[in-house]
């Protein structure tokens, strides 16, 4: 589950033109034969607890049809199953440094504006944005920061990354998610968590290398994963996305989240259209939906996910408005110690992160 808070808007337009586009080589998919539905089912392809199931059940009574969910944990787990072929699903969510590799790869299918009036809903910094210029491809659904997650009834950590990069050895999860965690050591480093600069990269490597080699570190997980081993205190440390970790506050308010001095990152997570969606039509009606007002404030006060709609944002709960994680301070805006995740270059780059992550996952 997602869960975060809201940027100064004034911020949001000069945040998002700092985005790229990144040419991650992928050949077009030919065109594939679509079985057609019958408008009365809708797949939808999502992270694990990322939306209200009331809200779904709404929709569902409505418009007198069935929402069958399926759920994954990270982007690249989402990738690998829509290009394998698998499912038809008619709607995906994934962050917004992959949605032009979802374009390249024959994977979506422009979206209709006329079926989306409720699009005029989204704040503007949070639309055209250059990782999908003109929303052809997706609409913003949620974001939020990544923190330093712990249970002050085992451990209170300092607000540093050096309590899991540096040389203590505390017991702790990193995320299961590449671009978060080297990410992360990038930032603990001084260095863009978006860096192309083989050299900061190198560096990145040759720390994660020490940090999955201690005797403390406990695996990747994702949000929920790493929210659970939190409650039943057993690890100290955890890096995990603001939003999964509110709702165990819920649970134990002794489990809590910081977010690390020398910065972060943040991403958006975004609505598609599928290419091969059997019912379009339905997935237009529901992103629709989506987009209301009060649809997207209870969106976010289920989830704890900061929403890019300004419409809702003042019926969003106090709570989210109370939460330090979720108020990055203005400064960290301007000085790059938040860094939005943006798609990579073409070419060396790519293939660097993806072989540090996979030196990571095989240790």
Known sequence: MKRAALLPALLLPALLSGCYRVQ???AAAPDAHVTRGDGKTLRVFIWSEYIDPDLVKTFEKQSGVRVVLDTFESNEAMLA???GGGAQYDIAVPSNYVVQTMVRAGLL???DRSALPNLKNIAPGFLNAAYDPGNRYSV?????ATGLAFNRERYVPQDTWAEIFGPGDRTFVLLDDPREVIGAALKYLGFSANTADLGELKQARDLLRRVVAKRGFQGFDGGPGTRNKLLARQID???IYVGDLLIATEE???VQVILPRQGTTISMDTLVVLRRSPNPELAHRFINYLLDAHNGAQ???YTYYATPNAAAQPLLDDFLKDIPALNPPAEWLEDGRL????ELPPGRPQRVYDRIWTELKSR
Do not use: E, H, M, R
């Not at 913003?140 to 939020?144: D, F, K, W």
């Not at 860094?339 to 943006?342: E, L, N, Q, W």
């Open 24 to 26: 991650k080589p992928a």
């Open 81 to 83: 199953k829509l290009q």
């Open 109 to 111: 299918q422009p979206l």
């Open 140 to 144: 913003p659904y949620q974001y939020a």
């Open 237 to 239: 440390l955890g890096q």
């Open 252 to 254: 134990d308010d002794n």
């Open 299 to 301: 969106l976010s006060n």
């Open 339 to 342: 860094d939005f995740i943006d």
